[in-house]
């Protein structure tokens, strides 16, 4: 079934071998009181606990390292909002290169911080009125730098796509998977992984409405592009899904549902009260879905990936508090 796609389950496979020992395996969550809320058992993959607080290292290290000795020695590069900023720049320092990411100038001072604790060099950039990845390209090429992207590369999806895979060695079969979409490289190797292991999975994607470019594109059977979202949800700030995770979203993703603001809210709420875990807003618009009621087919077994938990306290404090 994936044997066409750009990429494919053994590549999923090859990455979770290179991730062994970089990588954490993340712990799977249960909780009664959330499967009596919503009437099924519910696994949550808790990428929070991930290294640099994400899943976007999966991605970011699988791609780095597969990179020729010289051209790894020269350096890399990435754009982002955070996650994958802090990812690239702890892969580079794991493979004894250097980092240059461009982040923009509102992006969470915690993930600005923590991307050049790592040892990256942050450069920034104006999201609304300047194109990230003209600019990131531009600055790879002045410097000779290899441009590491977030999500719209086939070695950055199939180490995404590890999350699902751990998940799935865990749970066993599930009704339905549910994660975050921004980019679409959690998705697409999320749901290359779990097509594969069980073909009739479910497979759904979650979008905050003034993001809804993934959705929009399903719909019209083509990339569609929309203004930069103006959401709480940084990480899934994204105006057009990438190329390649189209090309596997399209045949593989079964839906995308829509979480408005006040619903991440109330999820990192309940995340937090009731599961007692932290999750930053794109990290937890999955579970806001299904809180939410966005599912229609009343699944039994219900797995969820929360993405990540990369959030400082005043922040989550006044987000929360709304």
Do not use: W
């Not at 955070?82 to 004894?96: F, K, V, Y």
């Not at 920034?124 to 600019?135: H, M, S």
């Not at 993934?214 to 592009?225: I, M």
């Amino acid at each position: 079934m994936t044997a066409a796609l750009p990429v494919t389950f053994d590549d999923i496979r090859a990455a979770a071998a290179r991730l062994a020992g970089i990588a954490h395996r993340t712990p799977v969550l249960t909780s009664r009181t959330l499967n009596a809320r919503v009437g099924a058992e519910v696994f949550i993959k808790c990428e929070n606990f991930q290294r640099v607080g994400a899943f976007k290292i999966r991605g970011a290290y699988n791609a780095a390292a597969q990179l020729p000795a010289e051209q790894l020695a020269k350096g890399i590069a990435a754009y982002s909002s955070g996650n994958h900023a802090q990812a690239t720049a702890l892969a580079a320092r794991e493979l004894g290169t250097n980092a240059v990411i461009l982040m923009p100038e509102d992006a969470p001072q915690s993930k600005r911080e923590a991307t050049a604790g790592y040892g990256a060099e942050v450069v920034t950039y104006d999201r609304y009125t300047q194109d990230r990845a003209a600019l990131a390209e531009a600055l790879a090429a002045e410097r000779g730098l290899t441009l590491i992207p977030p999500y719209d590369h086939p070695h950055v999806i199939a180490g995404q796509g590890t999350a699902a895979l751990e998940l799935l060695e865990e749970t066993g079969e599930l009704d339905t998977l549910m994660a975050p979409v921004g980019g679409g490289g959690l998705i697409a190797g999320s749901a290359i992984a779990a097509k594969t292991l069980h073909p009739g999975m479910n497979i759904v994607g979650v979008e905050p409405a003034d993001g809804d470019d993934t959705k929009r594109s399903l719909e019209a059977g083509e990339r569609v592009t929309i203004p930069v979202p103006r959401t709480i949800a940084d990480g899934q700030a994204i105006s057009t899904p990438g190329d390649i995770t189209f090309a596997i979203n399209r045949r593989l993703v079964d839906g995308v549902v829509l979480v408005d603001d006040d619903e991440i809210r109330d999820a990192m709420r309940y995340a937090f009260e009731r599961l007692k875990i932290v999750l930053e807003p794109s990290g937890a618009t999955a579970l806001a879905a299904l809180l939410a009621g966005r599912l229609d087919d009343r699944p039994r077994r219900i797995g969820i990936i929360a993405s990540g938990g990369n959030i400082n306290t005043r922040r989550f404090a006044d987000i929360i508090n709304g």
